[in-house]
């Protein structure tokens, strides 16, 4: 049988350690830190710049929900009002409306 060694972890040095860093950083000084700035959501879509956004694409409602991969029946919805995309495809949404043929090139690459 072989033994093997137990590594101890201080959880409490680690933690503090960790906030004394982040106090360092939060008054300037530098410190070996990773920071990542995260996005905010993005914002809500009304029905009618759906509907600009797919027309802007010349797609159908079937093939922007393809673009999208969410079914036609979503794209129908939020066109209609009925119900709103969720972040992820408010994101997607976002992409397309301000860079289509990233969105096409993208569709394009993923049918292959």
Request: hydrophobic share 40%; proline share 6%; aromatic share 4%.
């Amino acid at each position: 049988m072989v033994k093997t060694k137990k590594k101890v972890i201080n959880t409490f040095d680690d933690l503090r350690q960790s906030l004394a860093d982040a106090q360092a950083y939060e008054r300037g000084e530098e410190v070996d830190l990773r920071v990542m700035e995260i996005a905010a959501p993005p914002k809500p879509m009304k029905p009618n710049e759906i509907r600009r956004v797919r027309e802007s694409l010349h797609a159908s409602q079937a093939a922007f929900a393809h673009f999208l991969c969410v079914s036609p029946k979503a794209v129908q919805s939020w066109e209609q009002g009925i119900r709103r995309p969720r972040n992820t495809a408010l994101r997607l949404l976002d992409i397309a409306k301000k860079n289509p043929k990233l969105l096409l090139a993208t569709a394009k690459s993923r049918a292959k």
